[in-house]
């Protein structure tokens, strides 16, 4: 059986790790590279 209120929860953080995606993509190049922190952020949201 599945149960609901896991699939909404894991939902919800899809779309909060999507959200974290978009607003690192519009950060310039050199920026992104240049900090370890937003390069594994974005690894874990992957």
């Not at 999507?18 to 240049?34: I, M, N, T, Y």
Request: net charge negative.
């Amino acid at each position: 059986m599945v149960d609901r209120a896991v699939i909404d929860r894991l939902i919800d953080n899809l779309k909060t790790y999507v959200a974290q995606l978009d607003r690192l993509s519009k950060l310039e190049q050199e920026e992104f590279l240049a900090d370890p922190d937003k390069l594994g952020s974005t690894k874990y949201y992957l």
